[in-house]
């Protein structure tokens, strides 16, 4: 199975500042039809989850563009600009290119300073 | 509007079963991929299986093969989770899942229902 790892995993941000997080799996994700399918999911206190960024860097609709996706192979990153108040939550990283079984990581709990 | 509504969670003794649904509405579910996926109190997320469109494929994280068993009625836009032989470690919130495209990624998730193992 694909072991899917974050950093860090509490983030206390302040209010405007940029905030990054780190996710890395245990082997490349890049599947055989070129694609590479990590995705981020949000999930705000009592909420079920909802995702943010699909393949890497591909926004959802109606996602701030303050949320941005980057990486290659084994490396991602989950970026906000300026962190708002409604951004608190978890965010899990998931591969869907080995599967099954379909993997996500431990999540990384942001909240504010 | 997509929805997805699960119910049929609850308390149970170990060892014992439950039956959880999903009603979907505001699209056909015949056209999606379905899964459930969990999370313990407190925990993260676990995908614990999933069907393919007309039902041929069925998929489980190995925690669970033998003891749960996922189905669908795409007439009744339903999908199902058969859960035996139920063990503490299954207690969690299940959700149903939307698959997108081939299924190598989640869309609209549901509310959740809460399975509780406990004697």
């Known amino acids: 199975d694909v072991v899917m790892t974050q950093s860090p995993l509490s983030l206390p941000v302040t209010l405007g500042q940029p905030a990054s997080i780190s996710c890395r799996s245990s082997?490349?994700?890049?599947?055989?039809?070129?694609?590479?399918?990590l995705h981020w999911f949000q999930q705000r206190p009592g909420q079920s989850p909802r995702r943010l960024i699909y393949?890497?860097?591909n926004r959802d609709p109606g996602v701030p563009d303050r949320f941005s996706g980057s990486g290659s192979g084994t490396d991602f990153t989950l970026k906000i600009s300026r962190v708002e108040a409604e951004d608190v939550g978890v965010y899990y990283c998931?591969?869907?290119?080995?599967?099954?079984?379909?993997?996500f990581g431990p999540g990384t709990k942001v909240d504010i300073k | 509007e997509v929805q997805l509504v699960e119910s049929g969670g609850g308390l149970v003794q170990p060892g014992g079963s439950l039956r959880l649904s999903c009603e979907a509405s505001g699209f056909s579910l015949s056209h999606y991929w379905m899964n459930w996926v969990r999370q313990a109190p407190g925990k993260g997320l676990e995908w614990v299986a999933n069907?393919?469109?007309?039902?041929?494929?069925?998929y489980y994280v190995d925690s669970v093969k033998g003891r749960f068993t996922i189905s669908r009625d795409n007439a009744k836009n339903s999908v199902y989770m058969q859960m035996n032989s139920l063990r503490g470690e299954d207690t969690a919130v299940y959700y149903c899942v939307r698959g997108v495209g081939s299924g190598r990624t989640f869309g609209y998730w549901g509310q959740g229902t809460l399975v509780t193992v406990s004697s």
């Open positions: 069907i393919k469109q007309d039902g041929s494929e069925k």
């Open positions: 998931m591969q869907g290119t080995h599967w099954p079984p379909f993997t």
């Open positions: 082997q490349s994700l890049v599947y055989t039809d070129g694609d590479t399918y």
């Open positions: 393949k890497v860097s």
